[in-house]
C-alpha cells in the first residue's frame, strides 16, 4: 500500500515540473516585453510631470499679480478706498503688502494728474508706505509704518519721478486692459522685474490712473533649481522672441552690468550648454520641442514647452539625463519579476489543491481502515463522489456497522450503570453550583476572611476587580497584606490599624469610603467596603466584606471641583477662581503686583455675521494666545463675556508693557474666518502694601476701556471689509450685484436732486445692503432650483443680521436702519417688520426698485436675466403693491433713460 501510495506521488511530482517548466517560459517572455515597453513610457511621463510643476509654479507667479490687481480694483473704481484720504490709502496699500510679503515688492497707484501712491518692501523686508503729489513736488517721498499701517517717518526720497512715463502705465493706457510691462533691471534691487498693470476708469469711462503690482524673478530661479534638485538636470525660460534668459536652474546670471554701467541682458547663445543652445535653434527652425542629445557616457532628454499669456511669450526648456530614470525603470522591471513569481505560485498552489482533491478520497479511505484495525469502531469513511472509490467507501461503511452492532450489546449494560453514577455526581454538583452562582451574580465583590485573616471564599466581581484569574490565587492568603496594606500616599497600614482586622477580632462592624484596594498588578482605586463578623454558636469564626470601585465617583467630584473654578469654553479659571485668588494673591510678598484687563474686540460683529460658534474659536484662540505669552506663575482668567484679566505676582510696570507688546505682536498673526483677532489691553500696578487691590483692577479695566474706545472703530471697520469680501467671495454674482446697485442707487439720489452726503450715503447702501447674506448657507446661494420653506426662512433674516453688523459700527449705524427695511413692501407684506407705505424709510424704498431691477436683468442661479423692456414691465406691474409708485416712475423715466 505505502509503495502505491509513493508511486502516485512520483508521477504528480513530475507532471507538475513539466507544467511549470513551459509556465515559467511563457511568463518570462512576457516580463521581457512589458520591460521593453514600460522603460519608453516611464522617460515620457517623468519628462511630462517635470515640465508640468514648472508651469504650474510659473501660472502661480504670473496669476498673482494679476489677481491682486483684479481684487483691488472695484475697490478704487467704486470709491471704497478714497484715494485722497491719507489714512485709508495708506493702509490699504500697506495692507495689501503685508498680505502677500514673500511674492509681491509692491504695490501701486499712478494718477493721470502724475501722482503716485504705494506701498513697498524694503531690503530688509520692512513696509515702507510711497507718496508723490504735489505736496511732495513730483518727488517720491517713503515712510516707515506703524503698527496700525499708516505712515510713520520719512526713510527715503527720490529724484521728481512721474508714473505716467512708465513703461506699464503707458501699456495699459494704451491697450486700455490688464498687461504685462516688458522685464527691465529693477531700479533699487539687483534683480529682474515684472509689473502687472491695470487701467481704472471712472463711471464715465476717463481714464483715472493705472494699478500697478510689482514682482521680482529672481524667486523663479529658486523655484526651477528646487524642482530639479537630486535629478541632474536643468532647466532654463527664455523669451521667445529675443531668446533673451528670463530664469535658470544652474545659478547663470540672467543679464549683466556693461562698462557703460547699461544693463544687458544674457542670451541663450551665450550659455555654456551646447545642447540647450542647439535645441533652441533647432527649435525656431523647425518648431520640433523634443531632442535626444548624446555626449560621451551620457544620454539626455530635451522638451521645450512654450508659455504664452497676456503678453508673456516665454519658452521653457528641460534638460534630464537618462541616467535619472534608471531607478524608475528597475523598479518596474522588479515589479514585473515579483507579479511573474506570484503568478507562478498562484499556479503551483492551484495545481496542488487539484491533485489533492483528485487524490484525496483515495487517502481518506486508506486512513480509516488503518484506523478501524486499530479499534476505533465508531469510524466511518466519507463519501465523497460516486463513483468507484465512492462505492468502495459504501461497502466498507456497511461492513463496519455490522461489526459495531455485534460489540455495542456487551457494552450497554456497563454505560448504563455508569451514567446513573454520572447523574448523582451531577446533582451534588449542581448545588454547589448554584451556591457559587449566587455569589458571582451580585455586582459587588465579596470575599471572607477566617480568624487567621486568610482568605475562605471570593466571588467572580472580587476576582474582577482585584485583576486576579481564578480564586485558588487569594484563598489561603492573608488578605490585608495582599490587599490593604498601605494608603494610597504609600504610607503602610499596621495589622493592628487595619478596619476590616478589627472587624474580625473585635466583631465590630466597619464602614469605609477614603481608603484604597491593591490590584495584583501593584496598581490601586478607591473602594467603599463593608465588614461584618460572622458568628456561629455565639463565636466569632470570621468575617464578611463586600466593596466597591468608587473610581467614577471620585472622578465626577473631582470634575465637578474643577468646573467650579474654570470656564469650560476656554479652559482658563473662572470668575469664582479669580475673586478668590486675588484676595490670595495680595500679599507684600509678592510685590509688585500687575492686572492686565483685556477685551476681546467685536466679538459681537463676529457672532452676528459668523455665528456663535466662530465666535466661539475666536474666544478659544485668545485665551490661547495670552496663556502663550504668559508664565506658568501668572494667573489668566475668562473674567466673562469677551474679556479675560492676567494676575502677574512680582510683575513691575515695564514688564507688563512688554507683556502687552507681545500679546498685540502675536495677535497680528491669529485669524479666524479672515479676521485678525484683536486685544484691547490696559494695566494698573500695586507698588505699596496700602494700596488698594480693588481699586488697582478698576483703574487697570479703565485703562483697558480707553485704548478700546480708540482701537474699536477700525477693528470693526476691517471685520466690515472683511465680511463684504467673504459675501463676494461666495457668489460671483453678489460681487457684481452690489456695484450695480450702488451706481443705481447713485444715479437716482442725483435724479432726484438729493444732496451729496444723502447721494454718497445712497450709494454705499447699495454696495452694503446684502452684508447679511454673510450668514446664509452657500449651498441655498447656490441653489438651482426653487427654495424649500426652511431655506427661504433662513434667507429673509440677512437684512436683520445685516442691521446688527451695520449698527454696531460708528458712522454706519444710520445706514443699518435702511438695511433692515430694503425688503419692506408699499403694500404691507414685506419684511422683517411688515412696514407700509411712507412707514417704509425713504432711502430703503430707492435700494428696493434698486435691488430688484438689478436681479431681474442680471439674474440669479435658479432664474435667467430678462430682457430691460420686460424688467420695466415687471417694475410698473408692482408699482403700488411692491414698490413706491412715484419712485417707480422716477426710476424708469430718469435713471433707466
Known amino acids: ?7 502516485m506521488k512520483v508521477i504528480i511530482i513530475i507532471t507538475f515540473i513539466l507544467i511549470m517548466v513551459v509556465t515559467f517560459s511563457i511568463i518570462w517572455f512576457i516580463v521581457f516585453i512589458n520591460w521593453k515597453t514600460s522603460k519608453d513610457n516611464i522617460i515620457s511621463e517623468m519628462e511630462q510631470q517635470t515640465n508640468t510643476v514648472i508651469i504650474n509654479k510659473i501660472e502661480s507667479l504670473i496669476n498673482l499679480p494679476i489677481t491682486i490687481n483684479e481684487e483691488n480694483s472695484n475697490l478704487l473704481k467704486n470709491n471704497i478706498i478714497g484715494i485722497h484720504n491719507k489714512k485709508e490709502r495708506e493702509q490699504f496699500f500697506a495692507g495689501v503688502i503685508k498680505t502677500y510679503s514673500n511674492e509681491v515688492y509692491s504695490f501701486s497707484y499712478g494718477t493721470e494728474k502724475g501722482e503716485y501712491y504705494g506701498a513697498r518692501r524694503n531690503q530688509n523686508n520692512e513696509i515702507e508706505i510711497i507718496e508723490n503729489d504735489a505736496a511732495t513736488q513730483g518727488h517720491s517721498f517713503y515712510y516707515s509704518t506703524k503698527q496700525d499701517l499708516t505712515s510713520d517717518k520719512l526713510v527715503d526720497k527720490t529724484d521728481v519721478f512721474d508714473p505716467r512715463g512708465r513703461d506699464w502705465y503707458k501699456m495699459a493706457k494704451e491697450e486700455k486692459k490688464p498687461v504685462f510691462s516688458p522685464i527691465y533691471k529693477h531700479f533699487v534691487m539687483d534683480d529682474l522685474a515684472l509689473s502687472a498693470a491695470y487701467p481704472i476708469y471712472d463711471s464715465k469711462g476717463n481714464l483715472e490712473g493705472v494699478l500697478g503690482t510689482h514682482i521680482i524673478l529672481g524667486n523663479i530661479n529658486k523655484y526651477l533649481k528646487n524642482i530639479l534638485k537630486g535629478k541632474n538636470a536643468s532647466a532654463y525660460i527664455i523669451e521667445m522672441n529675443t531668446g533673451d534668459l528670463v530664469a535658470n536652474s544652474m545659478e547663470q546670471a540672467n543679464f549683466k552690468v556693461a562698462t557703460d554701467s547699461q544693463i544687458k541682458r544674457i542670451n541663450i547663445n551665450e550659455i555654456k550648454d551646447k545642447l540647450i543652445v542647439n535645441a533652441f535653434r533647432y527649435y525656431k527652425s523647425n518648431k520640433q520641442n523634443n531632442f535626444i542629445s548624446k555626449i560621451p557616457g551620457e544620454k539626455y532628454h530635451i522638451k521645450l514647452t512654450k508659455y504664452d499669456k497676456d503678453g508673456l511669450n516665454w519658452l521653457i526648456i528641460t534638460s534630464i539625463p537618462e541616467s535619472q530614470f534608471a531607478s524608475l525603470i528597475s523598479y518596474s522591471f522588479r515589479l514585473s519579476v515579483i507579479f511573474s513569481i506570484a503568478a507562478l505560485i498562484i499556479a503551483m498552489i492551484v495545481y496542488m489543491k487539484s491533485a489533492d482533491m483528485i487524490f484525496k478520497p483515495i487517502y481518506n479511505l486508506i486512513n480509516i481502515t488503518e484506523e478501524f484495525t486499530r479499534g476505533n469502531f465508531n469510524i466511518r469513511a466519507k463519501f465523497y463522489r460516486n463513483d468507484e472509490i465512492g462505492k468502495l467507501s459504501t461497502a466498507f461503511n456497511q461492513m463496519a456497522e455490522r461489526i459495531y452492532n455485534l460489540i455495542h450489546n456487551l457494552e450497554e449494560n456497563v454505560r448504563i450503570r455508569t451514567k446513573e453514577l454520572e447523574r ?36 467572580a466581581s472580587c476576582l474582577r476587580m482585584l485583576k486576579y484569574e481564578n480564586q485558588d490565587e487569594l484563598i489561603g492568603k492573608t488578605m490585608h497584606w495582599l490587599i490593604h496594606y498601605k494608603n494610597a500616599d504609600g504610607v503602610s497600614i499596621p495589622l493592628d490599624e487595619c478596619r476590616v482586622h478589627n472587624a474580625l477580632t473585635k466583631g465590630e462592624y466597619t464602614h469605609a469610603v477614603d481608603e484604597v484596594y491593591y490590584r495584583s498588578d501593584g496598581t490601586f482605586f478607591p473602594v467603599e467596603y463593608f465588614s461584618h463578623p460572622q458568628y456561629r454558636e455565639g463565636k466569632i469564626v470570621g468575617a464578611v466584606v463586600t466593596f466597591m470601585d468608587i473610581t467614577d465617583r471620585k472622578n ?24 478668590n485668588e486675588l484676595i490670595v494673591i495680595d500679599s ?14 467685536g466679538l459681537k460683529l463676529i457672532n452676528d455675521s459668523f455665528g456663535h460658534v466662530v465666535g466661539d474659536q475666536a474666544l478659544k484662540k485668545t485665551a490661547e494666545l495670552l496663556t502663550r505669552v504668559c508664565k506658568n506663575s501668572d494667573i489668566v482668567v475668562r473674567h466673562g463675556g469677551d474679556e479675560f484679566v492676567i494676575i502677574l505676582p512680582k510683575t513691575d510696570g515695564l514688564e507688563a508693557e512688554q507683556i502687552i507688546e507681545q500679546i498685540n505682536n502675536r495677535a497680528l498673526d491669529e485669524k479666524i474666518h479672515s479676521i485678525n483677532i484683536s486685544i484691547s489691553l490696559g494695566y494698573q500696578t500695586k507698588n505699596h502694601p496700602d494700596e488698594d487691590i480693588t481699586e488697582i483692577y478698576k483703574k487697570a479695566e479703565a485703562h483697558m476701556y480707553k485704548q478700546k474706545l480708540d482701537k474699536s472703530p477700525a477693528i470693526k471697520r476691517k471685520i466690515i471689509d472683511t465680511i463684504i469680501n467673504t459675501v463676494n467671495e461666495k457668489n460671483e454674482f453678489e460681487a457684481i450685484h452690489s456695484v450695480r446697485v450702488s451706481e443705481l442707487c447713485e444715479k437716482m439720489g442725483e435724479a432726484l436732486g438729493l444732496s451729496n452726503n444723502k447721494i454718497e450715503l445712497l450709494k454705499k447702501l447699495g454696495y452694503f445692503h446684502d452684508i447679511g447674506k454673510i450668514s446664509i448657507n452657500e449651498e441655498i446661494l447656490y441653489k438651482q432650483g426653487k427654495l424649500t420653506e426652511v431655506e427661504w426662512k433662513s434667507v429673509m433674516c440677512h437684512s436683520e443680521i445685516g442691521y446688527r453688523i451695520l449698527s454696531t459700527v460708528n458712522g454706519m449705524a444710520e445706514m443699518a436702519e435702511f438695511v433692515l427695511a430694503h425688503h419692506e413692501r408699499w403694500d404691507g407684506s414685506g419684511y422683517p417688520k411688515g412696514l407700509k407705505g411712507m412707514d ?27 430682457t430691460k423692456e420686460a424688467a420695466v414691465m415687471e417694475l410698473k406691474r408692482n408699482a403700488g403693491t411692491q414698490f413706491d409708485p412715484e419712485l417707480v416712475t422716477e426710476f424708469i423715466e430718469k435713471v433707466l433713460v
Do not use: W
Open 588 to 601: 507684600e510678598i509678592n510685590l509688585p503686583i500687575t492686572i492686565i484687563m483685556a477685551d476681546m474686540n
Open 1 to 7: 500500500m505505502e509503495k502505491k501510495r509513493i508511486s
Open 840 to 866: 417704509i424709510p425713504f432711502l430703503s424704498r430707492i435700494i428696493a426698485i434698486a435691488d430688484a431691477y438689478d436681479a431681474m436683468t442680471s439674474g440669479r442661479s435658479y432664474k435667467a436675466p430678462i
Open 424 to 459: 448523582a455526581n451531577i446533582s451534588l454538583k449542581n448545588r454547589e453550583d448554584d451556591l457559587r452562582l449566587l455569589l458571582d451574580s451580585t455586582a459587588e465583590a465579596i470575599y471572607g476572611v477566617g480568624l487567621d485573616g486568610n482568605c475562605t471564599f471570593c466571588n
Open 556 to 579: 465626577s467630584e473631582e470634575e465637578i471641583l474643577y468646573l467650579s473654578y474654570h470656564d469650560q469654553l476656554t479652559g482658563l479659571y473662572n470668575r469664582r477662581y479669580f475673586d
